[in-house]
């Protein structure tokens, strides 16, 4: 896909998730996803990329769950498992290809948390998700990710740490889609690297060869 829909955009749900749909009835197998967001973890910089380990799904915590509503048998179960949401093999193969590619610099691991926007975070907002365990946070991917465990995609997401979330009330910086597309342009080769070589490698995994 190129960009995706937004819950802040005014789509419900429903349709923010619907090409996931159409990705498991097209046979596809795999679901890859990439997003901005902003670095709540102390030891993450500006320009990170964060492999997302797992996700807070606040929206949903409030209702706003893109399978609520009558399940539909037909792609999953009524009640899907989310422990394992995002591919353990996909996401140690991503760790071993940033060291091979010399990223370990700037790649990570973390939980990354789904707000609906479109303002960006409050310092009590910001300071509460760093107590509740979110390492980033941003407006997206949960729902696509939760559609896509619940028909059984395998799932590996990217998170660009666009900028710092403030946390502190002295701190003059403030937030801006500005910078989000500028550090976005800013990383984009060295994400479409990662994906490009993790695509290339992920069949391994499906054929059992030790991809070392
Ligand atoms: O679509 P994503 O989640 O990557 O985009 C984020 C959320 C907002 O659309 C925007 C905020 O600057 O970046
Ligand atoms: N909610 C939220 N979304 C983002 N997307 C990119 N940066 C941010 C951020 O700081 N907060």
Do not use: W
């Not at 498992?81 to 060291?99: F, G, P, T, V, W």
């Amino acid at each position: 896909m190129q960009g995706r829909f937004h819950l802040y955009e005014g789509y419900s749900l429903c349709k923010v998730t619907f090409p996931v749909r159409i990705f498991k009835l097209l046979g596809v197998e795999t679901l890859i996803v990439t997003n901005a967001s902003g670095g709540l973890c102390p030891d993450f910089k500006v320009g990170d990329i964060m492999l997302i380990k797992d996700h807070i799904n606040l929206p949903g915590f409030a209702g706003q769950h893109p399978l609520c509503g009558p399940n539909d048998e037909r792609f999953g179960i009524r009640f899907p498992c989310m422990s394992d949401a995002y591919n353990k093999d996909l996401r140690k193969l991503a760790l071993e290809i940033s060291q091979e590619l010399n990223y370990t610099n700037f790649v990570r691991e973390g939980v990354y948390c789904m707000v609906s926007g479109p303002n960006f975070e409050t310092i009590a907002e910001a300071r509460m998700l760093q107590i509740l365990g979110c390492d980033s946070v941003g407006m997206s991917t949960v729902p696509e990710v939760t559609v896509a465990k619940h028909c059984g995609l395998r799932v590996f997401g990217l998170s660009l740490i666009t900028n710092k979330v403030s946390l502190d009330y002295s701190r003059e910086e403030k937030v801006n889609h500005e910078e989000v597309l500028e550090i976005s342009k800013m990383r984009a080769e060295h994400l479409q690297m990662m994906v490009n070589t993790l695509i290339a490698r992920a069949h391994l995994l499906d054929e059992g060869i030790n991809v070392n």
